[in-house]
């Protein structure tokens, strides 16, 4: 079975600041991992994903992610953050069954991103 | 706009009483998932469904059932209900082909439990 972690329920930066918000994986299979960011009063909006291949994965509004097998983890960073990224954010690992039972995500706690001006 | 398309956006119900939240995917997408998102228990996979069939169960309770009809609409319907199942439920689809297991959500249906 997936699970996924994600460290610090609350992170709160600086505009311009750098974001790094946590997220480390346990899955018994080469994972697909994802981050969703969910606005107030919105749903789940696709980030970036991991399927294969490059282990460094970019994704919309300057944000990317790192999958590193070793270390279990898929953490997300932007290098300047800016006001309109205040949101929650949302690791999530599928469990890639297979056929067409594909694609249930299995998602972390989610983590608060603040940032101040 | 993910092009999912959640009803209501809104419920406000008593204990005991039953409702219906609908959702439709995205064109052209056959599968179906319904998640539940509440403070204390976050995002929780409630089932999948796939082409009208039922293909994953998650911690969906007794008293919620779900389906999916032949134009790929899908259905979540709650019964019983109990303050605890005041929460926000998400509709989410995604794109047939090669697995990537990436979902389009909406929205969701707040529903608030008095």
């Known amino acids: 079975a997936q699970s996924v972690t994600q460290l610090g329920s609350h992170v709160s930066v600086s505009e311009g600041a750098l974001v790094l918000l946590r997220c480390n994986y346990s899955?018994?299979?080469?994972?697909?991992l994802f981050w969703y960011v969910q606005y107030p009063n919105q749903g789940l909006q696709l980030l970036l994903k991991?399927?294969?291949?490059?282990?460094l994965v970019k994704g919309i509004n300057g944000f990317e992610a790192e999958f590193k097998k070793s270390e279990t983890s898929f953490h997300l960073t932007k290098p300047s953050a800016h006001m309109s990224d205040a949101a929650e954010y949302f690791c999530?690992?599928?469990?890639?069954?297979?056929?067409?039972?594909?694609?249930?995500?299995?998602f972390g706690q989610g983590t608060i991103l603040t940032v101040h001006p | 706009d993910s092009g999912v398309t959640q009803t209501p956006k809104h419920l406000i119900t008593a204990t005991g009483q039953r409702v219906t939240l609908r959702c439709s995917p995205r064109?052209?997408?056959?599968?179906v998932y319904w998640y539940q998102q509440s403070l204390d228990q976050g995002l929780q996979f409630l089932i999948h469904?796939?082409?009208?069939?039922?293909?994953a169960k998650g911690n969906i309770l007794e008293r919620f059932s779900a389906q999916q009809f032949p134009d790929l609409h899908s259905e979540l319907n709650l019964s019983s209900l109990e303050l605890g199942d005041s929460a926000l439920y998400f509709c989410?689809?995604?794109?047939?082909?090669?697995?990537?297991?990436?979902?389009?959500f909406g929205e969701g249906s707040r529903l608030t439990v008095l």
């Open positions: 989410a689809s995604s794109p047939t082909g090669p697995v990537t297991g990436e979902l389009f």
């Open positions: 899955s018994s299979v080469p994972p697909y």
């Open positions: 991991y399927t294969t291949g490059a282990t």
């Open positions: 999530a690992v599928s469990d890639r069954a297979g056929g067409t039972s594909y694609g249930k995500l299995t």
């Open positions: 064109s052209g997408d056959l599968s």
């Open positions: 469904y796939y082409n009208g069939e039922e293909r």
